[in-house]
């Protein structure tokens, strides 16, 4: 349930369309701007680099670095 772990950041395995959670909690912080990203609302990752972005813009620039 997306709700356990109230306040704690979730650890998460990312999938291509998907994601598995490894251990409880309802938000992830983006790789590059440091924002929390709420469970909920998580759209966007890297299965490659295994890293969570709050928005397009975020993931794009994360493409752009490598």
């Known amino acids: 349930m997306l709700m356990s772990g109230r306040g704690r950041e979730a650890k998460i395995h990312y999938l291509p369309g998907t994601f598995r959670l ?3 909690g309802d938000h992830v912080r983006c790789a590059i701007t440091g924002a929390v990203i709420p469970l909920e609302q998580l759209r966007y990752w890297s299965v490659a680099r295994q890293e969570a972005y709050a928005d ?3 993931s794009q ?3 752009r670095r490598g």
């Open 56 to 58: 397009a813009a975020a």
């Open 61 to 63: 620039e994360a493409e």
């Open 22 to 24: 490894l251990s409880d």
